[in-house]
């Protein structure tokens, strides 16, 4: 069956819609928490800072969990083999959880030298420690949500993971709300209501997959296999992940270099930079799911088909999303009351963060498009490329004395050598690997 444009546009819609939602309610937690642990005052705010960075990097790493487990299940389910595609899926849940024991059991003694990386005072260490602590409790349900998140995703369903992160950002707001501002159990009151409404989360995923599991007479116990296959396929991932990561950070940490205003600058322009990369995961995520159910079925052209027209996509939204932070540039600085320096340097750093967007639009979705593949290893030797190609360019920044910009300008050279390894690999047919 070829996929003709109409009717990729709207599988691709079916499917990126309610992964756009998802994704844009998930950072909604941490504004929740934001918003009520202000009331706390500045102490309470900076202890959340901290431990929400370090567990917002343990997610971010561990996002193999729901990229890989869609694309297995999705190639199963285009090979039309379910109970293996439900089987597939519970054998990542059980990895998620071995994966969340193991991190509850090691990183909580040592969440006192976490906080203290970075270098925090010892009246905000105090309470991070606390936040960081009993947070690390839900470490277990909120990796279970990531693989229970792929299961569905594998399966062509965004809408239930939508209503999942809906409701639980619903109560995740409760919680806080009532454990902080009526019961006074101060930050730690916080923690544990993102805690509990992650646990429901996971338990609504763990019921879906049982359910799934007794409809195909597949045992829900733990295949040890099969779970050593699927952290086999997520490490490649996790390299990927990491090498993201190190661009990031080392892009923070030249900016701390420059200055406290290009800092500020920086961070602001990153934030808006993630923002508008939640509009671009959404079509990589239903090119994880479209790609692994089109190989599945062994369909080579609907596959190129889809990939063109995701492509297609991708490259019209980065435009609007590049036009759209163009026409809001006077505006920006102000929303998020910038002094007059830290405007100005925000005002020239939203240029290249601008004219990437078209470029991030063809990126994400090959990307999206390789990981639904299963093209795992060749993306991580791809990451490992792009990061060397990057890191001589951010240093040229720092010796030669360069601004802002010129660090941006390093970013894009990050972008074009990715855009090239995923190009060239999408051109090819090394990645189109058919069957179950």
């Not at 994966?99 to 909580?108: K, M, Q, R």
């Not at 993971?161 to 730690?188: D, E, K, M, R, T």
């Not at 409809?215 to 829900?220: E, N």
């Not at 320096?341 to 999206?368: T, Y």
Request: glycine letters at 12%.
């Amino acid at each position: 069956m070829s996929l003709t444009p109409r009717t990729g546009s709207r599988e691709i819609l079916r499917l990126a819609v309610p992964a756009l939602g998802a994704l844009v309610a998930e950072p909604l937690f941490i504004l929740v928490d934001y918003a009520i642990v202000g009331r706390l005052g500045t102490v309470a705010l900076g202890a959340l800072g901290i431990a929400g960075t370090a567990l917002t990097t343990l997610v971010n790493v561990c996002v193999f969990l729901a990229y890989g487990t869609t694309a297995s299940v999705a190639r199963q389910v285009g090979a039309g083999n379910l109970p293996r595609a439900v089987k597939q899926g519970i054998d990542g849940l059980w990895l998620a959880t071995a994966i969340g024991l193991v991190v509850v059991t090691v990183c909580w003694p040592l969440a006192p030298s976490i906080v203290d990386l970075f270098g925090a005072s010892p009246d905000v260490a105090a309470p991070a420690v606390t936040y960081l602590r009993i947070s690390l409790i839900g470490t277990p349900a909120m990796l279970i949500i990531l693989a229970g998140t792929g299961i569905l995703r594998g399966l062509q369903d965004t809408v239930t993971p939508l209503v999942v992160s809906v409701g639980s950002f619903a109560l995740n707001a409760v919680l806080n709300a009532v454990f902080v501002l009526v019961l006074h159990w101060g930050i730690a009151g916080s923690a544990w209501g993102t805690v509990l409404a992650q646990g429901l989360g996971a338990a609504v995923y763990l019921a879906v997959a049982v359910k799934g599991a007794r409809r195909q007479h597949v045992s829900v116990r733990p295949h040890l296999a099969g779970i050593r296959d699927s952290g086999t396929a997520g490490f490649a991932l996790l390299i990927r992940t990491i090498c993201l990561r190190i661009v990031l950070i080392v892009g923070t940490a030249v900016a701390t270099r420059m200055g406290v205003a290009q800092l500020a600058a920086h961070s602001i322009a990153t934030q808006i930079w993630s923002l508008l990369a939640l509009a671009l995961d959404a079509l990589a995520i239903a090119g994880q799911a479209i790609t692994g159910q089109a190989l599945g079925a062994g369909n080579v052209d609907r596959t190129r088909a889809a990939t063109r027209t995701m492509v297609t996509w991708g490259i019209g939204y980065g435009i609007l999303l590049g036009f759209a932070i163009l026409l809001l540039r006077p505006v920006i600085p102000h929303l998020f009351d910038a002094d007059p320096a830290v405007s100005a340097q925000l005002d020239a750093v939203l240029w290249p963060v601008a004219l990437l967007q078209p470029l991030a639009g063809v990126v994400f979705v090959l990307d999206g498009v390789l990981i639904g593949a299963g093209d795992r290893r060749y993306l991580a030797w791809a990451s490992a490329l792009t990061t060397i190609v990057y890191l001589p360019a951010v240093l040229a920044v720092v010796h030669l004395g360069g601004g802002l910009v010129a660090l941006w300008a390093a970013f894009a050279v990050w972008m074009v050598a990715r855009l090239l390894t995923l190009g060239a690999r999408a051109y090819g047919r090394a990645w189109l690997v058919t069957g179950g």
